[in-house]
């Protein structure tokens, strides 16, 4: 059975790094954006990743720049950028596809692991969809990820064990992640 290990992208250098070499540890692998209304969600990503990394948590950042053209910049203006207003320190590799015909295998392997089943309710949910919608079109059936800071949740064995939408309260995402830590 196949799951996240088997998988290799490319760091901000151009390097290719197996994510293999994060076996053993729990993972929260996130596709960013820079100019997004939830790129916020950094500061509370930073939080947990200062809290956890000890115990052997990694957060594996990877920008992307198919959702409303959120992350123009180049690789190390988007690292600058994490760096000096969030003061990201977990792992950020190189800009990446998630959806269309050039996704980056991990992101179609790990939303098709766990797909899509919605924002969840109330109005700005709606008006995400909506927009979602739109911007995904294009990709038709391999719109793997439907906006910026998705989050999946993999454990020590490296499967697929939970997905959060960007809507997703991020004391959830926490608390799943000190739950798979604890396991």
């Avoid at 196949?2 to 076996?23: L, P």
């Avoid at 692998?29 to 950094?42: D, E, K, L, Q, S």
Wanted: glycine fraction near 8%.
């Amino acid at each position: 059975m196949a799951t996240v290990y088997d998988y290799k992208v490319k760091d901000r250098a151009g390097n290719e790094v197996s994510i293999g070499d994060y076996a053993g540890k729990v993972l929260l692998i996130v596709n960013t954006a820079t100019g997004c209304g939830f790129t916020p969600h950094y500061d509370p990503l930073e939080d947990m990743y200062k809290e956890f990394r000890d115990q052997g948590f990694e957060i594996l950042d990877f920008p992307c720049n198919q959702f409303a053209n959120q992350a123009p910049e180049s690789d190390d203006e988007i690292h600058e950028f994490c760096t000096l207003k969030f003061g990201t320190e977990f792992p950020q590799f190189a800009k990446i596809d998630v959806n269309g015909e050039d996704a980056d295998p991990l992101f179609a392997f790990i939303a098709t692991e766990k797909p899509f089943t919605g924002f969840g309710k109330g109005l700005k949910n709606a008006a995400l969809k909506k927009f979602s919608d739109a911007n995904n079109k294009a990709f038709g059936d391999k719109a793997y990820i439907k906006w910026n800071f998705t989050k999946f949740l993999v454990d020590r064995q490296g499967n697929v064990v939970e997905r959060f939408e960007p809507t997703a309260d991020m004391a959830e995402v926490r608390d799943a992640v000190k739950k798979e830590l604890e396991k």
